[in-house]
C-alpha cells in the first residue's frame, strides 16, 4: 500500500517486526533517551504513585505493543462482568427486527434488520428483544410521515391487517401522523412527525410508565399505570401502512437524544469504546508532538499543520497505534462515536474545508497503515453515520447541523483515493447519497426557529372580483407595505442561510465531476457517469418498487445541484476551449439517440421501439451517420418471445429471487438511509412480492448494441484518435463545432431524464402551500368582513367570527413562514432559471434532432414532454414569486417552442399516441395565453399555414377535441356575444364555487382567461377553405358529425339525469357522468363555435352553391340549428329542468353559451351576407321541418308558447321533448332573471348588456322581423305534397334523386350526405356508381 505524496510504503507486518533486538538500531534516527521520552509523552501512563516509576524506564519500539496493550486493558472490565446480562432484559443481542415469527402483513426488512417498509395495508412486527424491569429506550427514524404507530407490546398481542400496535389491551403506540396515542382507545397526544424526525421510545417499569420523546423533545408522559407483573414483558413494535418506512436504533449506533436514567435495548461496546478514545488520544498526541532531533526534545506544536512527511519514528509509532485502533474503525458504533466526531471537532473552526489539511494528511495515513478492507469498510461506515446525521438533524435558523455534516463530507471527498473508492463501492450501491442534496421542509416552524428569522408574516389581502390576487395592489396601505418589505427581508435572510448549505452540495458533486485525477484511475467523472446511468435506469425502470425509487423530493434538490454544478464544469471547460460553446448554448447532439453510446433503457423513442428504428431506417444511418448495423444483430423479438424467457427465468430462480423480483436487492429508498438493501420480503400470507415484467438483471432483447454501464470506458465517453466517442455518427446537418465535454453531454441528458421522471410531478405537488395560503387568505378577509357587518346585539355571533379570524391568522402566520420556506428552496429564482435553461437545453436539441429529417425519430419522447413541462412549470409553479417575462431571451424561447408545438403535433415521424396527445394539449394551452399567442404568430408563415392545415384536417380518426379547443381558442373574442371570462350565470356565484381546483392548471385554467383571438391565424385558416374546396367539405363535414354526435349524447344523458330526479326515492347521479355530460355540452358549444367562425371567415363553402357541397352543408347546418334550438328553447322541456336542479359538475350547462353560439350562426347567414346568400340560407332553413319560429322569438324573450303546440312531425321526430311533468325541482331565476317572482323569467338576450352589444341585439330583432316574414309567405305558397313523393328516408323533402345502377330514389340531401361517409345504397347496398336527378312524371 502507498500513500499519495507519501514517503516509504511500510506494510503492517513491517512494522510488527520492530520488536527485534536490531530494529532500534536501525531506526537510529533519534537516541534512545529522546525515543522513550517521546514514547512516555505519547502513552501516558493513568497510574500514579510507584507504579509510574518503574514504568519511566527506558521504553523502546521493542517493548512499545506489551506497553500499549497493558495501558489498553487498564480500567477493562473483567471476563465475567462483560458476559452478566443486563437485569430486566431477556433476548439476543444485537437487537434486531423479529423477521421470522414476530410480524403480521406484507413488509420488507432491510439488510441490517434495522429498516422496515409496509407493504400491505397495517403491517406490525416487534423486535427480538424484550424488557420487563428497569427503564430502556430506543429511537426510530422516521423516513416518511405517513401513518404509524409505534410503541411497545407484550407477547401475547395478536395483530392483523386492520388492527396493530395500540389497538390491543397490552400494546401501547404513539401516531403523529394522527397526533394520538393509542391503547384501544385513542386521545389527542404530542406533535405531528415529519420525514427526518426521531421518536424516543421510552418506557419505565418500575413506576409503570411510557412516553415519546419527539426529536430530543419530551411529548408528556403518554401510559401510566401499564401492566406489570409476572409473564409480562414488553417488545420494541411498530405498524404502519403501505409504503410506510422507517429506520430502528436499539443501541447499535449511539442513541441521538439518550435521556438520563434509560437504557438503550443493545449494549454499547464500552471495552472496545474504552480502547477506542485511548487510542484516539494517542493518535492525538502524536499529531501535536514533534522531536526536535538537533536539540534532543519534544516540542507542542498545532495538530492541524501536521503532516503525513515526518519522521520515520512518528510513522513506526503510528503503526503500532493503528494496529489496535484499524480493526476498532470496522465498528459502526466506534466510526459514529470516535472517528465522526473526532473529523467534526477538526472542522469546527470554520473556514473553507481546503484550510484544514488535516483530515487529508489523515486519510493519507488511513490508506498508509491500514489493510484495504479495514479502510473500505471504515470510509463505508463514516459516510454512514455521516448521511444518517444529516438526514435526521432537525432544522434549527442557522442550518448548523446540516452546514457541519456537509462540509466534513466535502473534506473526505477532498481525498482523491477515498473518493473513489465512494464512488465505485459506497455512493450509489450502499448508500442513499442523493439524500446529501436534499434540503427537507420543516413542518413545524417554531422548532425550525422561523419565527425568529421571519418574524412579521404577510400574504395577499386584495383580490379581484375572480378571487384572484392582485400583483400590483394600487391601495395597499402603509401599514400593508410595511409588514410586506419586513417578511420580504426575513424571507431573504432565510435564503442567504439556505444558499450556504446548497454551495456545499453543490462543492460535493463539482469533486465527483472531477476529470483530471487520473493519477490513480479512472476519473472520478466517468465513475460519477456510470453510477448516475444506472441510478436513472432503476428509477425509469422500476415504477411502483418502493425499494428501488428515489423519492422526487430528493430529485428536485438533486436536479437543481447537478445542473450548477454540471454547467460550472461546462463553463470552465469553455474558457479552456474558447471555440466550444457555453453553457447558456447547451444542448445534446443527435447522435446520442441513434449511435449506440447511450443506453436509454426501456423509454419510448419518438419512432417507436428501439429495435423497429434501427431495422427500418438502417439505409439513413448509413447514408446519413456513417453507421453500419450488422443484419444479423437486427433480431426482431416478438412479446411472446419475450413472455416466455421471462416465464422460463422465473422458473429457473429459486423462490426467494423470485419473491424479490430480482431488481429488489438496490438500495431501499424509504426505510434505512444507510445500508437500505430491502432483501427479505416478509409475508404472514406466504405470498410473493409481483415480480417486475422486465428484472434489471435480464438485458432486453429488442436492444442493439448498446454499451451497459458497466461495458463503457473513459475511450467510449470521450473518444481518441479519431473516435468520436458518445458523438460517433455525426450527420451532415450537424455542425462540426465542438460542444464540450462528451461527459458532460450525458449529464445533461441525464438531467432532462431526470426531471422527466419524477421532479415536474413534485414542482406541482409543492404548489399546495401557496394554494393554502390564498384559500385562508380568502376566507379571513371574507370573516373580516362579516365581523364589520355583524349587528353589536348579536354577541353570539360575533365571538364565533372572532374565534375563526384568530383561527385563521395562526393558520396563515404558520404557512407564509412555511411558503418562505419552499420558495427559497423550490421555488427561487435560481431554480427558476435552472428550469429555464432545461427548457432551452430541449428547445435546442429538439431543433437539432429535427435537422436529421428521418433520423428525428431516434429522440426520446422525453425530450418533448420536458419541454412542454418545464413551460408549463415556469408558466403555473414559479409565479407570482418570479416573473416569468424577466428571463433572458423569455420571447424568442417562446417563438422557438411554439415552432416546435406547430410542427411536430401532426408531425408523422411520431407515432407515439400519449406524446401527440401531449403536444395537442401543450399547443391548446399555447394559444390561451396573449403572450404565447403572439410566439405562434411570430413563427414563419410557411409553418403557421402548415399548422393551420393540420389544424383543419377532418376530425375522424384523431383525437378532434383538442384540435376543435384551438380553434374556439384562435376566434374568442370575435363571436357573437363571445367575449366573456366566464360564463355570466358562474359570475354570479361566489368565485371559490366557480373555480376549478387550483391544481388543474394549464387547458382549466386557461379556460378562464381574457379572450385574445388572433386575426392573422384566422386569415390562414380562411385562406385555406376558400382555396381548397376539398379540404372545406371534408373539414366542415366531420365537425357536422361530431356536433350532431356531442349533442345527442347530452340530450340523451340529460335524460338519464332528469329520470333519477323524478324517482321519488333519493338517488345521487354519478359524479363522473355528470363530468361526461357537462363534457359533452361543452363540445357541443365548441363546435358551435367553430361553425361560426367558419361561416363568418367563409361564407361561401355554404352558400356559394357553384361549390361541390354547399348547398348539402348549408341544409346539414340548419338541420342541426335547428334541433339545438328546439331542445332548447321549449317551455318546460328537459334541459329547462336539468338546469334548474343545479346540479355539481353541470355548472357550465347553460342556456346562454349554447343559444348564443347559435345566434351567432344565425345572424351571420341571415343578416349579414349578400341577397342571394341569405336568399339560399332563409329557404333552406325554413324548408327544414323541425324549423319554428317560436324558437327564434325565444332568443329575444318573445313568443312563450307551451311546447305542446310543436308541429307533429317535430314531436314524433324528437318524442323526449315535450312536458315531462312539473314537479322536480323548485324553479330557479336564471342568471338574468329577477328573483322577486316566483315564476321563472324566460331566457332573453336583452338581459345580458354587459355581454351583448346594441348592435348584436339589433341585429337578432332584424333576423326576427325577416323570418317571420319569409315564414308566412313560405306557408302561404307551398303546395300539399303526397306522402308518395317524399324521401322514403327523411320524409322532409321531396324525392329528387335516383341512384346508379340500383335506380332506388331519395332526396338529394339524404343522398349527398350519406355519400360523403359510404357508397352503399340505403336499400340494397349496392355500390352507387352515380346520381340522376329525378323528375316526377307527367300523369
Known amino acids: 500500500m502507498s500513500s499519495k505524496g507519501g514517503g516509504t510504503a511500510l506494510t503492517r507486518r513491517n512494522y510488527r517486526l520492530s520488536s527485534d533486538s536490531d530494529k532500534a538500531r536501525a531506526t537510529g534516527i533519534v537516541n534512545e533517551k529522546l525515543l522513550s521520552d517521546y514514547l512516555h509523552h505519547v502513552f501516558p501512563s493513568t497510574k500514579h504513585g510507584p507504579a509510574v516509576a518503574s514504568l519511566r524506564k527506558p521504553l523502546g519500539f521493542q517493548d512499545l505493543g506489551s506497553h500499549l496493550e497493558n495501558l489498553l486493558s487498564e480500567g477493562e472490565p473483567s471476563e465475567e462482568i462483560k458476559d452478566q446480562p443486563a437485569e430486566g432484559r431477556l433476548g439476543p443481542q444485537p437487537v434486531v427486527l423479529d423477521h421470522t415469527s414476530g410480524f403480521e402483513g406484507l413488509l420488507f426488512v432491510d439488510d441490517d434488520l434495522l429498516g422496515v417498509i409496509g407493504h400491505s395495508n397495517f403491517s406490525s412486527i416487534r423486535a427480538t428483544t424484550c424488557v420487563y424491569k428497569g427503564k430502556w429506550a430506543y429511537e426510530v427514524l422516521i423516513s416518511s410521515q405517513g401513518l404509524m404507530q409505534i410503541g411497545w407490546c407484550t407477547l401475547n398481542c395478536r395483530f392483523n391487517q386492520e388492527e396493530g400496535v395500540g389497538d390491543t389491551p397490552d400494546s401501547y403506540a404513539y401516531d403523529g401522523n394522527r397526533v394520538r396515542k393509542w391503547n384501544v382507545t ?13 421518536v424516543s421510545c421510552l418506557i419505565d417499569l418500575d413506576e409503570g410508565t411510557i412516553t415519546f420523546c419527539l426529536n430530543g423533545q419530551s411529548l408528556g408522559t403518554a401510559f401510566t399505570n401499564i401492566k406489570m407483573g409476572p409473564g409480562i414483558a414488553y417488545f420494541p413494535s411498530i405498524s404502519l401502512s403501505f409504503k410506510e418506512s422507517v429506520a430502528f436504533n436499539f443501541g447499535s449506533r449511539p442513541l441521538r437524544y439518550p435521556v438520563d436514567g434509560y437504557l438503550p435495548l443493545q449494549n454499547p461496546p464500552t471495552s472496545d469504546l474504552l480502547k477506542a478514545h485511548k487510542l484516539l488520544g494517542y493518535i492525538k498526541n502524536v499529531l501535536c508532538t514533534a522531536i526536535d532531533t538537533q536539540e534532543d526534545r519534544l516540542l507542542e506544536t498545532d495538530c492541524a ?85 444529516y438526514r435526521f438533524s432537525p432544522i434549527i435558523p442557522d442550518l448548523g447541523f446540516q452546514i457541519h455534516y456537509l462540509r466534513l463530507t466535502t473534506a473526505v471527498l477532498h481525498h482523491e483515493k477515498s473518493r473513489k473508492y465512494l464512488l465505485n463501492n459506497v455512493l450509489f450501491d450502499v448508500l442513499r447519497s442523493v439524500v446529501f442534496f436534499y434540503i427537507k421542509t420543516p413542518l413545524r416552524v417554531k422548532e425550525a426557529g422561523l419565527e425568529e428569522l421571519i418574524p412579521t ?48 452540495q453543490v462543492q460535493i458533486l463539482r469533486l465527483l465531476l472531477n476529470n483530471k485525477d487520473k493519477t490513480t484511475g479512472e476519473a472520478s467523472r466517468y465513475i460519477f457517469l456510470n453510477k448516475f446511468r444506472k441510478f436513472l435506469q432503476e428509477n425509469a425502470s422500476n415504477r411502483g418498487h418502493p425499494t428501488a425509487l428515489c423519492p422526487p423530493e430528493y430529485m428536485v434538490c438533486f436536479l437543481h445541484r447537478l445542473i450548477t454544478a454540471v454547467r460550472s464544469c461546462w463553463d470552465d471547460g469553455n474558457r479552456k476551449n474558447q471555440s466550444s460553446i457555453r453553457s447558456e448554448e447547451a444542448y445534446v447532439p443527435p447522435q446520442l439517440f441513434y449511435n449506440g453510446k447511450v443506453d436509454y433503457f426501456d423509454l419510448q423513442r419518438l419512432g417507436g421501439l428501439l429495435s423497429h428504428l434501427k431495422k427500418t431506417f438502417k439505409d439513413d444511418l448509413a447514408s446519413k451517420a456513417n453507421i453500419i448495423i450488422d443484419p444479423a444483430e437486427i433480431q426482431a423479438t416478438s412479446m411472446d418471445d419475450l413472455d416466455e424467457d421471462e416465464e422460463s427465468g422465473a422458473a429457473q430462480r429459486p423462490f426467494g429471487a423470485a419473491a424479490m423480483g430480482g431488481a429488489l436487492a438496490r438500495p431501499s429508498w424509504l426505510s434505512s438511509p444507510t445500508l437500505g438493501r430491502a432483501n427479505r420480503f416478509l409475508s404472514t400470507a406466504a405470498v410473493s412480492l409481483m415480480t417486475p415484467r422486465r428484472p434489471l438483471t435480464q438485458p432486453e432483447k429488442v436492444k442493439v448494441r448498446t454499451l451497459t454501464v458497466e461495458q463503457r470506458t473513459e475511450e467510449d465517453i470521450e473518444g481518441s484518435h479519431g473516435n468520436d466517442g458518445l458523438l460517433l455518427g455525426r450527420p451532415v446537418e450537424e455542425p462540426e463545432q465542438p460542444v464540450a465535454d462528451k461527459s458532460l453531454l450525458e449529464i445533461v441528458d441525464g438531467i432532462v431524464m431526470m426531471y422527466n421522471l419524477s421532479v415536474h410531478q413534485q414542482l406541482g405537488k409543492m404548489v399546495v402551500v401557496s394554494d393554502d395560503v390564498h384559500e385562508y387568505a380568502v376566507a379571513l378577509k371574507d370573516t373580516e368582513e362579516k365581523i364589520a357587518r355583524c349587528p353589536a346585539r348579536r354577541s353570539d355571533i360575533l365571538d364565533e367570527l372572532q374565534k375563526s379570524q384568530k383561527v385563521f391568522s395562526e393558520k396563515l402566520n404558520h404557512l407564509s413562514r412555511r411558503l418562505a420556506w419552499i420558495n427559497a428552496t423550490i421555488y427561487s429564482k435560481e431554480k427558476m432559471l435552472d428550469v429555464y435553461w432545461l427548457l432551452c437545453v430541449c428547445i435546442r436539441t429538439i431543433e437539432h434532432a429535427d435537422n436529421t429529417g428521418s433520423l428525428f425519430a431516434f429522440t426520446p419522447e422525453f425530450y418533448l414532454n420536458v419541454a412542454m413541462n418545464a413551460y408549463s412549470a415556469l408558466k403555473n409553479y414559479f409565479s407570482p414569486a418570479n416573473n416569468m417575462e424577466e428571463l433572458p431571451g423569455y420571447e424568442e424561447t417562446l417563438t422557438q417552442l411554439a415552432a416546435i408545438l406547430a410542427k411536430h403535433f401532426a408531425d408523422p415521424r411520431i407515432v407515439g399516441t400519449d406524446i401527440k396527445d401531449s403536444l395537442m394539449q401543450a399547443l391548446a394551452s399555447y394559444v390561451c395565453y396573449p403572450q404565447s399567442l403572439r410566439a405562434v404568430e411570430r413563427i414563419p408563415e410557411e409553418q403557421r399555414v402548415a399548422m393551420m392545415r393540420n389544424l383543419l384536417a377532418p376530425y375522424e380518426q384523431r383525437p378532434w377535441a383538442q384540435t376543435n379547443w384551438i380553434l374556439v381558442r384562435l376566434w374568442r373574442g370575435c363571436g357573437f356575444g363571445y367575449r366573456y371570462t366566464r360564463l355570466p350565470h358562474l359570475l354570479k356565484t361566489k368565485p371559490e364555487d366557480a373555480n376549478l381546483p387550483s391544481l388543474q392548471r394549464d387547458l382549466s385554467v386557461a379556460s378562464f382567461q381574457k379572450p385574445c383571438p388572433s386575426l392573422l391565424l384566422q386569415r390562414h385558416m380562411a385562406e385555406l377553405l376558400s382555396v381548397d374546396k376539398d379540404m372545406a367539405a371534408s373539414f366542415l363535414n366531420s365537425v357536422l358529425n361530431q356536433l350532431n354526435w356531442a349533442f345527442s349524447e347530452f340530450i340523451g344523458m340529460i335524460q338519464e339525469i332528469q329520470q333519477a330526479a323524478e324517482r321519488p326515492e333519493r338517488n345521487f347521479v354519478d359524479t363522473r357522468q355528470l363530468k361526461v355530460c357537462a363534457t359533452c355540452f361543452d363540445l357541443s358549444v365548441s363546435l358551435l363555435r367553430v361553425l361560426e367562425m367558419t361561416v363568418t371567415l367563409v361564407p361561401e363553402i ?238
Open 186 to 198: 385513542t386521545t389527542n397526544y404530542g406533535k405531528s412527525w415529519a420525514a427526518g424526525d426521531i
Open 305 to 389: 499543520m501536521w503532516s503525513l512527511h515526518g519522521e520515520p519514528t512518528v510513522l513506526v509509532t503510528l503503526a503500532h497505534i493503528f494496529n489496535y485502533f484499524a480493526p476498532l474503525m470496522c465498528k459502526v458504533y466506534l466510526v459514529e462515536d470516535v472517528l465522526m466526531n473526532f473529523l467534526l471537532g477538526i472542522l469546527e473552526g470554520g473556514g473553507s474545508v481546503d484550510e484544514h489539511p488535516l483530515i487529508q494528511q489523515l486519510l493519507d495515513l488511513f490508506w498508509l497503515l491500514m489493510e484495504d478492507y479495514e479502510v473500505n469498510e471504515c470510509l463505508k461506515q463514516l459516510m454512514m453515520s455521516l448521511l444518517r446525521a
Open 457 to 504: 408574516t404577510w400574504w395577499p389581502t386584495h383580490f379581484d372580483k375572480e378571487g384572484k390576487d392582485e400583483r400590483e395592489c394600487k391601495d395597499e396601505s402603509a401599514d400593508e407595505r410595511l409588514r410586506r418589505r419586513a417578511y420580504e427581508r426575513g424571507c431573504q435572510r432565510l435564503k442567504k442561510r439556505i444558499e450556504v448549505v446548497e454551495e456545499l
Open 1102 to 1339: 355554404f352558400l356559394d352553391w357553384s361549390r361541390p357541397s354547399a348547398e348539402l352543408l348549408l341544409r346539414r347546418l340548419a338541420q342541426l340549428l335547428n334541433q339545438v334550438l328546439n331542445r332548447v328553447t321549449a317551455e318546460k322541456n328537459l334541459f329547462d329542468r336539468v338546469v334548474n336542479l343545479r346540479l355539481p359538475g353541470l355548472e357550465s350547462v347553460d342556456h346562454y353559451p349554447i343559444l348564443v353560439a347559435v345566434t351567432g350562426i344565425l345572424v351571420r347567414i341571415l343578416v349579414d351576407g349578400d341577397r342571394q346568400g341569405i336568399s339560399r340560407a332563409a329557404s333552406v332553413l325554413l324548408s327544414d321541418p323541425c324549423f319554428q319560429l317560436h324558437s327564434i322569438q325565444h332568443l329575444l324573450g318573445e313568443g312563450a308558447e307551451p311546447s305542446s303546440t310543436l308541429p307533429a312531425a317535430a314531436s314524433s321526430a324528437r318524442p323526449i321533448v315535450g312536458s315531462l311533468g312539473s314537479s322536480v325541482a323548485p324553479p330557479i331565476p336564471s342568471a338574468a332573471g329577477n328573483t322577486g317572482s316566483t315564476e321563472r323569467k324566460h331566457f332573453s338576450l336583452h338581459s345580458y348588456t354587459d355581454y351583448i352589444s346594441e348592435e348584436e341585439k339589433h341585429k337578432v330583432e332584424l333576423m326576427l322581423v325577416f323570418l317571420t316574414e319569409e315564414s308566412k309567405q313560405a306557408a302561404a305558397s307551398t303546395a300539399p305534397t303526397s306522402e308518395e313523393d317524399l324521401c322514403p328516408i327523411c320524409y322532409a323533402h321531396s324525392i329528387s334523386a335516383v341512384f346508379k345502377p340500383c335506380s332506388h330514389k331519395s332526396c338529394k340531401a339524404c343522398i349527398n350526405q350519406h355519400l360523403m361517409n359510404n357508397k352503399d345504397c340505403f336499400f340494397c347496398k349496392a355500390t352507387i356508381t352515380g346520381v340522376d336527378d329525378y323528375n316526377k312524371p307527367a300523369c
